[in-house]
């Protein structure tokens, strides 16, 4: 089964840094982006960053621009996430998925290629 191990997610003060992994299990990377959405409480879920399979695109929302990198080895089938000066509304669940298509109209994830979400708290 495919399977997408997230960690690095945890309680961090404003201002800190997090960085998060995920590792996919049981498959080869997707030809299509891998990345990160993210859910706060009473929220949609939302998108945050993603990278193309050669790496050399990157894609962000604009509220993480310039604190959020994204990157990938694909020897090792690991994206990361690497959150800087972190504000208390990045508070969330991030999730990884390995399947985004890029689209005019957004980023559009694939239902079969989600993992379990890491917990993500910015104190202020």
């Known amino acids: 089964q495919v399977q997408l191990d997230e960690s690095g997610g945890g309680l961090v003060q404003a201002g800190g840094s997090l960085s998060l992994s995920c590792k996919v299990s049981?498959?080869?990377?997707?030809?299509?982006?891998m990345g990160w959405f993210r859910q706060a409480p009473g929220k949609e879920r939302e998108f945050v960053a993603a990278?193309?399979?050669?790496?050399?695109?990157?894609y962000y929302t604009n509220s993480v621009k310039g604190r959020f990198t994204i990157s990938r080895d694909n020897a090792k089938n690991t994206v990361y996430l690497q959150m800087n000066s972190l504000k208390p509304e990045d508070t969330a669940v991030y999730y990884c998925?390995?399947?985004?298509?890029?689209?005019?109209?957004?980023?559009?994830?694939?239902?079969?290629?989600w993992g379990q979400g890491t917990q993500v708290t910015v104190s202020s």
């Open positions: 990278i193309s399979w050669s790496g050399y695109s990157t």
């Open positions: 049981g498959r080869t990377f997707s030809s299509n982006a």
């Open positions: 998925n390995a399947d985004i298509k890029i689209r005019y109209s957004g980023y559009v994830p694939g239902n079969h290629y």
